[in-house]
């Protein structure tokens, strides 16, 4: 890979703080813009992620000034859901690779137009689902290709925050794409559909959805509970929700034992094995930083080999998933002001 390879940042908030602070822990990369459309906020996030005596990391308030940028090779795009189309397509027309957090964007049709023009651009496109690089799933792949829990049968898992109702605030605010399940719901969808890759390589579909919603004042999902029955014979049952605490574990249920990721799956570091009449297998597996920097490096890794999309988290995972996301939507009737 590349020496040096330059990170540009779009949208400076709580989330790419997180990321700054992965690539500062990743040997052979750094920061070297930062976009926002306050340029204080921007230098403000820019000074405090300067490393060492190099050259200034550049703060503007112009995502042309930093796709023109010749030190930045790729951008990570960290602003609310329905501003990521614009920035995507504006990266890719500039042929700048795109690492664009989760959801890619708000439908499946959106993400399909972007998919098509990374193509055309021959320019690498991910979405930023840091828990499909996490290495305790790398014990859980191991797990399931050895078939230690026999036949896949079931998937169970939640995701549940208590967040004070605030109309304002990006989590219920339809404007700023608001609602659990693009914002967290997607992490319970993607790795149900991770674990099923692997049953086979044929393409997944839901072939019968249950879901029901509690909504909030302002129209968006403050709770989603569903299940999804895929033609491979499994379900996925899960809740995401903004308006309760849960146990926030995700449980893969086969005929003959489970795994469980016991809390916070999203960002795990442990797994327990458990087979009838056997004793339990646990596995830790720490992060070197703070989890990110996988997906980091499989970014720099499918830019320096050419790919403009990774095996991990597909151009077509990154669209089925959202297609799913879209019917339990349209099942629940949340509806944005742009639809």
């Not at 403050?222 to 849960?246: K, N, W």
Request: glycine fraction near 6%; hydrophobic fraction near 45%.
């Amino acid at each position: 890979m590349r020496k040096n390879f330059g990170w540009g940042v779009i949208g400076p908030g709580a989330i790419a703080h997180r990321f700054s602070e992965a690539v500062s822990g990743v040997d052979g990369t750094k920061l070297v813009a930062v976009q926002s459309r306050n340029v204080e906020r921007a230098r403000a996030f820019a000074d405090k992620w300067q490393c060492g005596i190099g050259p200034r990391i550049d703060a503007t308030d112009s995502i042309d000034s930093l796709l023109a940028n010749a030190a930045v090779d790729a951008v990570y795009i960290a602003t609310p859901h329905p501003f990521h189309t614009d920035a995507v397509r504006t990266a890719l027309l500039a042929r700048k690779p795109v690492l664009c957090e989760k959801p890619l964007v708000t439908d499946a049709k959106q993400a399909i137009e972007l998919c098509q023009l990374a193509r055309a651009q021959s320019t690498f496109l991910m979405e930023a689902v840091w828990t499909r690089f996490l290495p305790i799933y790398d014990v859980v792949s191991e797990w399931l290709q050895a078939r230690e829990i026999g036949q896949l049968r079931t998937i169970d898992s939640s995701f549940c925050l208590n967040i004070p109702f605030d109309p304002n605030h990006r989590t219920f605010n339809p404007a700023l794409g608001g609602g659990s399940l693009l914002d967290i719901g997607i992490y319970n969808i993607t790795m149900s559909r991770w674990i099923l890759a692997h049953i086979d390589d044929k393409p997944l579909s839901v072939k019968e959805m249950h879901s029901r919603a509690v909504i909030a004042a302002t129209g968006v999902d403050q709770r989603i509970e569903a299940t999804l029955s895929f033609d491979c014979g499994v379900s996925s049952q899960f809740t995401c929700g903004f308006d309760r605490q849960a146990d926030n574990a995700f449980q893969i249920n086969g005929s003959t034992g489970s795994i469980v990721l016991p809390s916070r799956f999203w960002e795990a570091t442990s797994a327990k094995l458990i087979r009838a009449g056997r004793d339990p297998v646990s596995a830790e597996r720490a992060f070197r930083v703070n989890g990110f920097e996988y997906e980091i490096e499989e970014v720099m890794r499918c830019v320096a080999s050419g790919a403009i999309q990774s095996a991990r988290i597909s151009h077509a995972e990154t669209i089925a998933t959202l297609e799913i996301m879209d019917r339990i939507r349209a099942d629940v009737g949340v509806r944005y002001p742009w639809e």
